[in-house]
């Protein structure tokens, strides 16, 4: 069983991109989403896709299991989705022995840039890039599961969709 640790910042300028070396662009969606566990699909510069199972409450642990799925599977299940399905890129950035992934949302969350660091236990104390900002690790808002299964964009002074 694969662990999943990691911490997330909220990003506060462009600075990042300097160091910036690769990107993968992302839709992903929820086809099940309860407290303490979720079911997610991920199409990845839409060419592959995985399906992830993540169990667990704590902020930081949880346990993840992730598997190849065909694509074809994958474009359907995202249109059973719950909720909003993200679209993003990610980049890989390296600092000071640790990668960083950060992500640029596009489309429903254009604006939110937030970064994750994933750890191999949680008392390490990775350095902390000078272009993070406040950290959101136990803030379930910045959780991909949250933002695809609430609307959060108003509380985050994003824009929200007006009625055509």
Same mark, same amino acid.
């Given at each position: 069983? $694969? &662990?999943?640790?990691?911490? &997330?910042?909220?990003? @506060? ?14 839709? #992903? $969606? ?8 979720? %079911?997610?699909?991920?199409? *990845?510069?839409?060419?592959?896709? &995985? *399906?992830?199972?993540?169990? /667990? ?13 065909? *694509?074809?599977? !994958?474009?359907?299940? *995202?249109?059973? !989705?719950? /909720?909003?399905?993200?679209? &993003? ?14 992500? +640029? ?7 939110? +840039? ?9 008392? #390490? ?6 272009? @993070?900002? =406040? ?9 991909? #599961?949250? %933002?695809?299964?609430?609307? @959060? ?5 994003? =824009? %929200? =969709?007006? $009625?055509?």
């Amino acid at each position: 069983m $694969a &662990k999943e640790i990691e911490r &997330k910042f909220l990003v @506060l300028d462009e600075r990042w991109r300097e160091t910036a070396r690769n990107h993968t662009s992302m839709r #992903q $969606a929820y086809i099940a989403s309860m407290e303490d566990r979720s %079911l997610r699909v991920r199409i *990845l510069d839409g060419a592959s896709a &995985k *399906l992830t199972i993540k169990i /667990g409450r704590s902020a930081m642990t949880r346990d993840e299991f992730e598997y190849d799925i065909p *694509l074809g599977d !994958a474009e359907e299940m *995202l249109g059973n !989705a719950i /909720g909003i399905v993200l679209d &993003k890129t990610r980049h890989e950035v390296a600092h000071e022995g640790y990668v960083w992934e950060v992500d +640029v949302y596009h489309g429903a969350y254009n604006g939110l +840039v937030v970064a994750e660091v994933e750890l191999d236990s949680e008392h #390490q104390n990775p350095p902390l890039p000078d272009w @993070l900002g =406040p950290e959101v690790t136990g803030d379930s808002r910045y959780s991909n #599961q949250s %933002l695809a299964t609430e609307d @959060l964009r108003g509380e985050m002074g994003l =824009p %929200l =969709p007006t $009625a055509s």
